[in-house]
């Protein structure tokens, strides 16, 4: 089983911890640069209000400040460079992760979760990363470590300067304080929500966009999308109005150390308790106290980020996985059998009770009404669910007990929806098999019908197919869908009404090829069309969820009136769909 435990951003960030420490040091280099032209100023000033100083000294501090703001600049460029490598490659790794433990959880659970939820962890999320963990972990570590360093030379110069500069910094981190407690997090929290629902419910909108030009609907007349755009704005508009009046007093207040050290400074020198060098170190120095502390709390405002994600991505990493042995089982044959299988999608039950055993090598129909459970039963055949009750066996084996990823080798699976990724139609029919040469790919579109509009596209099998496929038709669809099935040359084929969107002419062809691809293969096919079962071998008829019977197209002709009857409603369609095209040529 793959189950993993430790899902935590940190626990991807580890797994190059050399690189991050390199950053890290690397930073602390490019901090400890940046205060070295503090001291310089610091020192020139005084040698040259003290007289003490010559030409020569005051050049070789200029140098030594220069140079020390040229290597905190290459510094921090090599560290950045470091961190940003880091930050992608944690950032894909999570992504991999993800998707990878999509493929391995059931149906059941990966549709708790809408569409658009997964794009905005996958996506929106996982960007949003980029930001925290290419420059928070060097530049946090090297920003507290140089204002710790500064606050210590402060602290050696004079304690009550090094007092007053961080009167400021604690007035700030008060006030920030009281931003966070007045519930900033709760509508942090709103307002991470309110885009997830924005994000979920543009992507169904965008989806459904045939329906709403079909249906003449406008924006604000899709109500659910209308209110998900207003409730991102009323969040965000609370967002800002609680947090703008506390960061401004902090903008103002936090970089204001000087405005403390100088009157005490003042105080301090005209009383002769410091002397003029120590004063104009202290002012110095404490114009270099709040840097380092306000990129500290530039980096706090992501810590809501990545705590939402972490926990959304916690979420999702510790689903459990569908229960699976590891290592490859021999299978007896490819043979399918169903003991007494009970399943729902949800608490009710969909299928009820249902046995049958489908010999290697034959083809099998599922026919019955919409809704009867057939593409269920055959999407627990590839184990998209988990059965409640009973047991299937593919070549004598539990279902369980076959590792999935041979599983999903020994079936070939074209569902009703016949899904092509938005990816070019050759690239789309590879995915049934990744070796499948050119001439390979040719053949097997020729034999379901598909290579004549193929090669009538203006970039033939290089022709991208664009989203879900939606340059092309219905019926093209499910031919390269067919022709993917076929290209992967599994012993078991499950075709969910494969040819329900393809007219009669080309259904012909596919029903042939169907026919010679499919010679030494378990094929089940799933069928309304009842003309294009009726050499089955074995004919399994559902309703409601039952299996009501079974045999051959004569037996059932023979023995089942409901079967009877789908025949003669069947048949009749046929003949009206004729009647209607004489009418229509006489016209
Ligand atoms: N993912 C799902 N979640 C919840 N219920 C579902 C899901 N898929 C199907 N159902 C329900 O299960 C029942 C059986 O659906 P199924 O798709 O197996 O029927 P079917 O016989 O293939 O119908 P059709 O001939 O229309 O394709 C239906 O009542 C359907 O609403
Ligand atoms: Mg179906």
């Known amino acids: 089983m793959k189950q993993k435990n430790n899902y935590t951003i940190f626990s991807f960030i580890k797994r190059d911890s050399k690189k991050m420490m390199l950053a890290i040091i690397l930073s602390l280099f490019s901090v400890v640069s940046g205060i070295i032209p503090y001291f310089v100023v610091a020192k020139i000033l005084t040698l040259t209000i003290l007289k003490k100083g010559t030409i020569v000294d005051i050049f070789y501090l200029s140098i030594i400040g220069t140079c020390a703001f040229c290597f905190k600049i290459i510094f921090f460029n090599l560290s950045t460079t470091i961190s940003h490598k880091l930050a992608y490659k944690t950032i894909n790794f999570i992504r991999y992760a993800i998707v990878d433990k999509l493929a391995f959880i059931s149906m059941g659970e990966f549709q708790k979760k809408k569409i658009g939820e997964y794009k905005q962890l996958i996506m929106d999320d996982m960007d949003k990363l980029e930001y925290p963990l290419a420059h928070a972990i060097p530049e946090i570590t090297s920003n507290l470590l140089g204002f710790i360093a500064i606050m210590i030379y402060l602290f050696i110069v004079d304690w009550r300067l090094a007092l007053a500069g961080l009167v400021p910094i604690i007035i700030s981190f008060i006030i920030y304080g009281i931003m966070m407690k007045g519930g900033a997090m709760e509508i942090f929290k709103e307002f991470n929500e309110g885009t997830a629902l924005l994000n979920s419910t543009t992507v169904e909108y965008i989806n459904g966009m045939e329906v709403v030009k079909a249906f003449n609907q406008t924006v604000s007349s899709i109500e659910k999308f209308s209110n998900a755009v207003i409730h991102f704005r009323d969040v965000m508009t609370k967002w800002f109005s609680h947090c703008w009046p506390y960061l401004s007093a902090y903008n103002v207040i936090m970089p204001a150390s000087i405005a403390f050290v100088l009157p005490i400074g003042g105080i301090l020198l005209k009383n002769n308790i410091i002397d003029l060098s120590i004063f104009i170190m202290g002012m110095i120095l404490s114009l270099g106290i709040a840097p380092p502390v306000m990129k500290l709390i530039e980096f706090t405002d992501n810590i809501p980020t990545i705590m939402f994600t972490e926990a959304k991505l916690k979420e999702i990493l510790s689903i459990n996985e569908l229960e699976q042995r590891l290592k490859k089982i021999c299978l007896k044959d490819d043979s399918v059998e169903f003991n007494h299988v009970s399943f729902g999608y949800e608490e009710n039950n969909i299928l009820h009770d249902i046995s049958f055993k489908i010999k290697p090598k034959t083809m099998t129909a599922f026919v019955g009404t919409s809704g009867a459970g057939k593409s269920t039963v055959a999407k627990l055949i590839a184990r998209f669910w988990d059965v409640k009750e009973g047991e299937i066996l593919v ?12 599983l999903m080798d020994e079936i070939s699976f074209v ?64 031919r390269i869908a067919i022709a993917r099935a076929m290209i992967k040359n599994a012993s078991i084929i499950i075709l969910d009404e494969a040819t329900a969107f393809t007219d009669p002419e080309n259904e012909e062809i596919i029903q042939k090829s169907i026919s010679n691809l499919t010679k030494d293969k378990t094929v089940i096919i799933i069928a309304h069309r009842l003309s294009t079962i009726v050499n089955a071998d074995k004919i399994i008829l559902f309703n409601k969820g039952r299996i009501v019977n079974e045999g051959t197209h004569n037996e059932l002709l023979e023995n089942s009136h409901i079967y009877k009857d789908m025949w003669q409603a069947h048949i009749g369609s046929k003949s009206w769909g004729v009647k209607e095209k004489v009418q229509c040529l006489e016209y």
Do not use: H, Y
Not at 395 to 406: A, C, R
């Open 395 to 406: 070549g004598g084996e539990n279902i369980k007990n076959i590792p999935l990823t041979q």
């Open 415 to 478: 569902s009703q929806d016949n899904f092509l990724f938005d990816m070019t139609i050759r690239e789309n029919i590879k995915i049934g098999n990744k070796f499948a040469t050119d001439d390979e790919i040719e053949a097997v579109c020729k034999k379901t019908g598909c290579l004549d509009f193929i090669l009538k596209l203006p970039q033939g099998f290089d022709t991208a197919v664009g989203n879900t496929g939606e340059l092309l038709s219905g019926g093209e669809r499910q």
